[in-house]
Structures are given as structure tokens and as C-alpha cells.
């Protein structure tokens, strides 16, 4: 079997609403190859930049298009094409944009792997730690302090065990601050687990500060509250609050990992498979984590396809924590890009059972979504 094409299409809603929601556009991989088989994957990122690193062509042996380094190659072979297509672009894609783009590939390389063997690919990478995982419903802040408690009630309604609001309006002041949190704990109540996502909105001290009095509020953990570069800021924080401080999504392969999980001293690794480097890399994260006695959680705030390779993972890794899943109603295009759609059943997500990823594009919406 070999890759005979590989597409990056970019999808987007017709309203974009000004907010740190990643689900409102898309950039989906699709690899083709001669056996007839199609693999999926997805990249949250920087859309058109993606796209650029896997359409663009060759330029010499260290900076080039991924499309054009894949083609050819067996897809079995996802070790091998993973370090042929990071030497490939090594001069761009060290990090950040390159990464990302491989990321997609490799996904969608392990998707046609299970699809050819008849075989989920948490089954591919010797899985088989849950039949269910726990989910928490995600969910950005309200406008309000208020109306985040409504939101609370809402998912809590919904079967959900634990909760997370992140990004505005928190970080405008410290009485805005606490009573985000205070009204999502009562909202949610005092069984269910509240996190909270900071949104890179503070200093190391302030971050000790609203830490300890979010503590009141029984928080589950505190996410990203500080720019991702600051290791220091990180240790600091984690090694001076009982509550846990997670964060990872913005690390973009093994070696960053390291860095934040050594330096940051971080209690929770999120991970995201559209930005890591893929299920081959991920895997390898969830071992350093593992040898570092360090649980892990993904993220994902895009489609189904993020969704459903995170519980591939999750489930084939002894330290998982628990599983992102989008509980935003109003986002049109999570909800019509796949023909599966994904639902929690007392807050909990069931693990795929079907080949590959056992997820299909809904090729009407692409088609209605499709920029390019």
C-alpha cells in the first residue's frame, strides 16, 4: 500500500464571533492511498499556515511541503515517516506550524492502518485500559458571573461529573476573578468537579493568589495560567498551592513536554494530538509523563476527529485522567463536519469500538463549509 495523495482542506463557519473558540473553523487532513483506503486527521491551529506546510512544494532537502515528503511512502510505516517528514521541514518545522501539520498526517496514517487490519486504533497502539472514559463538559466562561452559573446548572443537568469554563472575562480583575469561579461552583454544586482555564491572563504571583482563593471553590485543577514559556513562573506556582496547576496545550513535541514537566513541575500533561506530533508522539509524551508519575488529560476544543483520537489515545495509555469534550451548543461546525456525533452518557464518553478512528467526514458540509 502506498500514499498517493495527501489534502489539507480548510473549513470555516460563515460567522466567526471574536472569542477563543477553535471549533468555529477547521483544517481536516485526508490521505489517500492505491489500496483505496482514506485516513482522517485533523490540526488546530493556525489553518492556511498548516495548509501551506503540507500543500507547499520542495525547496531542498530541509524545507519542504509534507505532502510532497509523504507520497509514496507505506503507511504502516508511521515511525519511519514521522522522522522523514521532521527532517524534511526541520528548517520550519521544529515547532510550532511544522509540527502541527505532522500531526494531522500521522493521525490520519493511523487511522488507515486500523481500517486496513479491521482494527480501532486504540487496539493499533496495544490499548484497552477503559471501555469508558470520564469527560468533562468544556465550556467557555459566561459574559457574567451569573450566567456562568446558569451554564453550571445546565451541564450539570446534563449528566456531566465535571465542569470547565475557561478564558474571558477572567483575568480583568480580581473580584471578577473569584466570582466567576464562586457561581460556577454554585451552579455546579458540591458533588461535581469544577476546573478552571485561566487563559494566560497572569504573572506567577497573581497566579498564587487567585490559586489559593479559587482553592475555597474546591477546584479540580487550575489550567494555564501563565504564558507557556515561563517554566520558572510554573515552578514557582505548582510547588507553592496544593492545587493542581495542568497545562500543555500549547507544547509541541516531546522535547517541550520535558521541558514544561522538569522545569514547570506541572501536576496534569494535556496533551493535544492535532498539535503534538500525532499519535506516534503522543505516545511518547504519555510515557514521560508516566515515568515522571505525572497523569494525563488531552485537550481538544475543535471536531469530532479530535475527539475521537484523543479517546484512541486515552485509552491505550495507563495514566490517563479524564477526557475534554466540547459542551458548547452554538458552534455549527463541530456538529455537521462528521457524520457520527459524539455524546456523553452520565459523563462519561464510551471508547470507539469501529476500525481506524470510526470517523467519517459528512462530505455535504465539507462541501458547504469547504474555503479551500
Known sequence: MKITKVEAIYLRQPEVKFQCDSGQDALVVRVETDAG???????????????????????????????H???????????????????????????GVGLHAMSGIDMALWDIKGKALGMPVWKLLGGGFH??????????????PAQTGELARRYRDQGFTAVKFGWDPMGQDEKTDIALVREGRKGLGDEADLLIDAGLVWDSKTALQRARAFADYNIFWLEEPLRPDDYEGYRKLAEAT?????????????????????????????????????????????ALAWDRGLPVANHGFTTYINVAAA?????????????????????????????????????????????????DLDEDAIARYRVC
Not at 495548509?51 to 507547499?56: E, F, L, R, Y
Not at 515528503?69 to 515547532?95: Q, S
Not at 494535556?270 to 508522539?281: A, P
Open 37 to 67: 483506503i482514506t485516513g482522517l486527521g485533523e490540526v488546530d491551529s493556525a489553518p492556511l499556515a498548516v495548509k501551506g506546510a503540507i500543500d507547499g512544494p520542495f525547496s531542498h532537502t530541509t524545507a519542504t511541503g509534507l505532502a
Open 69 to 95: 515528503a509523504v507520497l509514496g511512502e507505506d503507511p504502516f510505516e508511521t515511525e519511519k515517516i514521522w522522522h522523514k517528514m521532521y527532517r524534511a521541514n526541520i528548517y520550519g518545522g521544529r515547532r
Open 131 to 144: 471501555q469508558k472514559i470520564r469527560c468533562y463538559a468544556s465550556s467557555l466562561f459566561g459574559p457574567t
Open 242 to 286: 496544593h492545587v493542581r496547576i495542568a497545562a500543555g496545550e500549547e507544547e509541541s513535541n516531546r522535547q517541550s513536554f520535558i521541558d514544561l514537566m522538569d522545569r514547570g513541575r506541572i501536576d496534569v500533561v494535556q496533551v493535544d494530538l492535532t498539535r503534538c506530533g500525532g499519535f506516534t508522539e503522543a505516545m511518547k509524551i504519555a
Open 311 to 359: 479517546l484512541h489515545w486515552l485509552n491505550a495509555i495507563p495514566n490517563a485522567l479524564i477526557c475534554e469534550f466540547v459542551a458548547e451548543e452554538e458552534t455549527n461546525l463541530r456538529e455537521h463536519l462528521t457524520r457520527q456525533k459524539l455524546r456523553a452518557q452520565d459523563g462519561y464518553l464510551a471508547i470507539p469500538q469501529e476500525p481506524g478512528l470510526g470517523i
